[in-house]
C-alpha cells in the first residue's frame, strides 16, 4: 500500500513539473497567482523542511521577467531535454529533498549516526589520464567495485533515502555500460559523472537521452594553456567537444574546477564564465585544492588573499543581482548554507574504489568496506560516529573542515577510532597529513575570522532594514 501510494504521488508531482516546464517552454505568462499556487505546493509537501523566506525568492524568479535567474530557467527549459529536467527535479527534489530527507533523518535518530542525502563512489580507480593534483591518482589503478555490490549498495542507500548519486574515480566513464546499468536499475535516483570528458562521444549522449537520470560535471581548470598544463596537451580541445555534443543533444551539465594559487584568477575571469556560458553549461562546482596524499603540493594551496578572492567573486557571479547565468558552488567557502561541513556521512559520503567508506572525498580513513558490510552498517562505524559527535568542527563556517582548517580535529577523530589508511598504494599516516595541513590552518584563521564577523555584520544589518 505505501509503495502504490508512492507512486502514485510520484505520478502527481511528475505531471505538475512537466505542465510547468511544458508553460514556460511555451513562453505562456508566468502570473503572480501561479507563484502563489507553486509556494503553495511547496510548503505543502515540504513541510518541516520548507523555509518560509524562500517564498519571495520563487515568487521572483518565476515572474520576474527581467530577472537574471528568470532568464536561466527559461534558457535551460528551452535548451535542454525535458525529460532529464523532470527527473533531475523529481528524483533530486520530490525524492531526496522531501521523501528521501524524511526517510534518512528518521533513521539518523534511531542509530544515532549520520544518514547522507548524497553518495559519491568510484566505480573504478583506472584512468586514462593522470591529472596534477586528482586525489583518484592517489589510489593507483586497480580497484574496481563490482556491478553487483554497487547496484546493491543503491538499493539499501535508496531504502535510506539517498537519490543523488555522484560517480568520480579514477574516470567513471570508464566503466559507462556498468554506469548505464545502474541508471536503469535506479530510475528514482539522479546519477552525475564527474568526468575527465574525453569518453563523451555522440553514441554516449544518445544513451543519457536514453536512460533520462544521467548527467555529467566536467573537469576543466581554466583557458587551454592552464588546462592542458595541468591535464595534458590536447584536453581542452576535448573538453570543447564534449561541451558541444551535449549541447546540441540538449543536456545539461555542469563543470568541476579545482582552484589553485596558480589558475584561481584563470577560473574567475569574466571570459571563462562567459565561455562556460556560451558551451551550454548551467553549473559549476569549484573545490579548493587539498593536499592529499604522497603527491600533494602545498605550493598549490591559495593564500589566504585569494581564498578570500574566490569568496567574493564567486558570491559575485551567482548574485541575483549582476553576475552571470551561472550557478556557482563553493565546496570550501559555502559551509554556512549547509550548517558546516557536510562529510562524515552528514550530508554525503565517499566510497573509493576498493569498496572503503570515507567521510569524504579528500579524507581517505575508514574502518567500513561495502564488500563486506551494508550500508547502514558502513555509516555506523566509529570515525563516522566521530564525525556525528564533534560536528560543526568549527562555529566559523569559514573554518568548517576538520582536515584543512581544524587539523587537529581530524588527528584526534582517527586516532580515537581506530581508522587507517584506505590509501594501498602509499598510506599516508594522519599526522603526516594534518602536519601538512598545519601552517595552511594558522595563516587562514585571521582572514577567516575577520570574513565571518563581515558576513555577520551585513545578515543583521539586512535583518534590522527588513
Known sequence: MIDLLHQGERKVVRFAIEKALEKVGADKEITEKDAEALVKVMDKILGVYWRPELADGIKKLVTDKDGKWHHYFKRMVRSCDRDILTNFILNVGYEGLYRGRKTSDKLAEENDCNIPWIILMDPTSACNMKCKGCWAAEYGYKENLSFEVMDRVLTEAEEMGVH???????????????????????????????????????????????VKNLIMAISIDGDEASNDERRGDGHYAKIENAMRLMKENGIPFAVSVCYTSKNYLDVTSDEFFDRLIERGAYVAWYFHYMPVGAM???????????????????????????????????????????????????RYCHINAAGYVEPCVFIHYSTANVNEMSFLECMQQPLFKKYHENHPFNENHLRPCPMLENPE????????????????EAPEGVDTLTTRCLPYAKNWAPSADTAWDKIQENKQAKAAVC
Open 164 to 210: 543523488y548519486v555522484m560517480f568520480t574515480g579514477g574516470e567513471p566513464l570508464v566503466r559507462k555500460n556498468d554506469v548505464l546499468k545502474l541508471c536503469e536499475n535506479h530510475p528514482e535516483i539522479m546519477f552525475q559523472c564527474f568526468t575527465n570528458s574525453t569518453l563523451i562521444d555522440e553514441a554516449f549522449c544518445k544513451e543519457m537521452l536514453r
Open 296 to 346: 600533494a603540493v602545498p605550493e598549490l594551496l591559495p593564500t589566504p588573499e585569494q581564498r578570500l578572492h574566490m569568496l567574493k567573486r564567486l558570491r559575485e557571479v551567482r548574485a541575483g543581482e549582476g553576475g552571470k547565468e551561472l550557478f556557482c558552488i563553493d565546496f570550501q567557502n559555502d559551509a554556512e548554507f549547509v550548517g558546516g561541513c557536510v562529510a562524515g556521512g552528514r
Open 409 to 424: 580535529v581530524l588527528n584526534r577523530m582517527v586516532k580515537e577510532s581506530g581508522a587507517v589508511s584506505t590509501d594501498h
